[in-house]
Structure formats: structure tokens, C-alpha cells
């Protein structure tokens, strides 16, 4: 393609590297009982249903073939482990409306790709993916408090989000707006006191990187350019500029904790930071492509949003096709950064690349 690849303009500096032009730009419920690990949407109906199509099978096939690898085998695993430590980590105490409020949003099922990468780069670094999982749930608490304050009507005002409905329209706006500050605060403290068997150097290290990926020159740059955004002739540029950090920021740095906490080197720490900032914008390219392609019912959120209110995506910049081949690209270069890695510890990330470039919702 005649597009210039966005992540090459970031690879080896931090994410914030140049401004965009910002733009001038706005019902309760009764809570429902509190969720256990028995409560989770089976992670094996999730996979199934997305493998329907042809492209994301052969793809996942080839690795296995090439690898011996068993994705879903290792999707299933790697799922319920990250489920059963949310469902410790955020238990049914008082005051039980916000902690009510935590654990319906965490514990409604989802891919749960942030917290596998996270283990996956661990394993990858020669670590122990448990060392990892403390940080997985970090980052998946981050990801969920991210939905609940997207969801809400001052922001992308959605009423269903993984098929159910948003915490707000359960537990009211306010308590939707204080659990996910509390989430986002429990997040950090989760990961500085559950981490074992690491030292405090790396783990200081992961907390910072962690903090600048979801901060003022990460998701929160994303989100606030996104917003002065609406309604403006946005260019490519400034649309990746968004994406790369309203999205891919957060999945860069699921990447970068598993391999700081599994004792990656630091050449190793940047090849998988290169291969996430093109995962996660392809995560993106793929979002907006399903968002005009697939149904409500197929997304298990609400499909068409972007178009109905002239929201600048992939799509409606380059059109359909256009923006498969960019996913395509994204794709290829990501997987271009493990080439130098073991291929059989590598398997899983090349196996989550295809399976975020090829999913059905």
C-alpha cells in the first residue's frame, strides 16, 4: 500500500512524540446480585463462535501446523486463569454497591487479549506467566474501567456492551463513574502488592510504564483528541495518532509488563513494544471494519455507532477494502518483530496477532 506505516514513526520513542491539532468541540436501575468464577461466559463458546469464518481458521491452523501449538487449547487456559484471579482479586466486600458495580463489568466475560498478551510476552522472555498474572489483571481492570467510562452517556453513550447492559444503566451514572475510579486505583495497587518473585526494580519499573500508557500522552490523549475530533475533517494522521494511543497504548503496554516482569532484556523489552503498537493498531483497523460489517447481535455491542454519528474511521477514510490490506500490513510487521525470537515460545503472540487481525466481533 501507498500508506506510510504509522507505528514506524514511533518505534523507540515514547508514544507521545508529536501534537495534533486540537479541535474545539457532551436512568437507573436496581444493582443485580454479585458474579462468581460459575458466572463466567464460557471462553470456549466465545473462540467457537469467532473461528467461524475461514480466513482467522487457516490462519490459526497454519501456526499450529508450523508450531505444534494449540491456540484455543492455550486461549481456554490462559481465559480461566485470568477469570479465576479477577474473581479473587475483586472480592463481594463493602460498601457492596461498588464492589458490586467492579464485578459486573469485570467479570462479564470478554477475550480477555490484554491479560493473555501480558502472560504471552512473560513466557516469551523465559519468564513464569504466573509472575505475569497480577499485572494481566491489572491491565484488564484498566481495560474494564475504560468501557464503563466509555459507555457512559456523556461519553460514547452505549447501552449494551458484551451483549448485557452497561453498569450504568444497572447501577446508576454515578456509581458506574466511582467504580471505575476505583477499579483504576486497585489496578496499581493490585499489581505493586501481588507481584512475587520479582524484583522491586522491575516492578517500578512496570508500574511507570503502565501509568504512562493510560495517562495524558497515552489512552487518555487518545480518548481527549477523539473527542475535539467529532465532527472535523480528520486526515489519516490524525486518526492514527487517536488510535495508537486511545487503543494501541494499552496493549503496548499489556505487552511490556509480561516482558519486564518475565527479566526481558532491554532489546528484547523493544522489539515486543514495536510488535504491539502495530497489534494494537491493527486491533483498531479491525474495530471499525466490524463495526459497518457485522450486526448488534454478532458484536455483542452496538454496530453502526461511528457511522451514525460521523465519527472518521479506517473505513470511511480509505474504504473497506483498503483498510483490509492495511490490517494486513499491520499484521506482517507485527509478527516481523518475533522473528528472532524462539519460534515455539513466539507461537502464542503470532497466533493473537492473527487471531485480533481475523476476529468476527
Do not use: W
Amino acid at each position: 500500500m501507498s500508506l506510510v506505516n504509522p507505528t514506524s514513526l514511533f518505534y523507540g520513542s515514547p508514544i507521545m512524540t508529536r501534537s495534533p491539532i486540537f479541535l474545539n468541540p457532551t436512568r437507573k436501575s436496581q444493582p443485580v446480585s454479585s458474579f462468581s468464577a460459575s458466572n463466567f461466559p464460557q471462553i470456549s463458546a466465545i473462540l467457537t463462535k469467532e473461528h467461524q469464518s475461514n480466513a482467522p481458521e487457516d490462519k490459526i491452523k497454519e501456526t499450529q501446523s508450523k508450531f505444534e501449538f494449540d491456540f484455543k487449547s492455550y486461549m481456554l487456559e490462559k481465559a480461566n486463569l485470568v477469570n479465576q484471579a479477577l474473581d479473587l482479586a475483586v472480592p463481594l466486600k463493602d460498601p457492596i454497591k461498588i464492589h458490586e458495580s467492579m464485578r459486573y463489568s469485570l467479570l462479564a466475560g470478554g477475550k480477555r487479549v490484554r491479560p493473555v498478551l501480558c502472560i504471552a510476552a512473560c513466557e516469551l522472555v523465559g519468564g513464569d506467566g504466573l509472575t505475569a498474572m497480577p499485572a494481566a489483571c491489572a491491565v484488564e481492570m484498566i481495560h474494564t474501567m475504560s468501557l464503563m467510562h466509555d459507555d457512559l452517556p456523556c461519553m460514547d453513550n452505549d447501552d449494551f456492551r458484551r451483549g448485557k447492559p452497561t453498569n450504568h444503566m444497572v447501577y446508576g451514572e454515578e456509581i458506574a463513574v466511582l467504580g471505575g475510579d476505583a477499579m483504576l486505583s486497585f489496578a496499581f495497587e493490585h499489581m505493586a502488592t501481588a507481584t512475587k518473585g520479582v524484583s522491586s526494580d522491575r516492578i517500578l519499573r512496570a508500574i511507570g510504564e503502565l501509568a504512562k500508557c493510560i495517562g495524558s500522552e497515552g489512552l487518555v490523549a487518545g480518548q481527549v483528541v477523539d473527542i475535539c475530533s467529532e465532527g472535523a475533517d480528520v486526515g489519516l494522521e490524525h486518526l492514527e495518532f487517536i488510535h495508537l494511543h486511545k487503543t494501541a497504548a494499552l496493549l503496548e503496554g499489556s505487552v511490556v509488563l509480561g516482558a519486564i516482569l518475565g527479566g526481558g532484556s532491554d532489546g528484547e523489552i523493544e522489539k515486543l513494544r514495536k510488535f504491539a503498537r502495530s497489534i494494537g493498531l491493527l486491533f483498531q483497523v479491525v474495530d471499525d471494519i466490524l463495526d459497518v460489517t457485522k450486526s448488534s447481535e454478532e458484536l455483542g455491542k452496538t454496530a453502526g455507532k461511528d457511522l451514525v454519528s460521523d465519527k472518521t474511521t479506517y473505513p470511511k477514510l480509505l474504504g473497506i477494502e483498503k483498510s483490509r490490506e492495511f490490517a494486513e500490513e499491520l499484521n506482517k510487521d507485527a509478527q516481523e518483530q518475533l522473528s528472532e525470537f524462539d519460534p515455539r515460545k513466539a507461537a502464542p503472540l503470532i497466533a493473537l496477532a492473527n487471531y485480533i487481525a481475523y476476529r468476527q466481533n
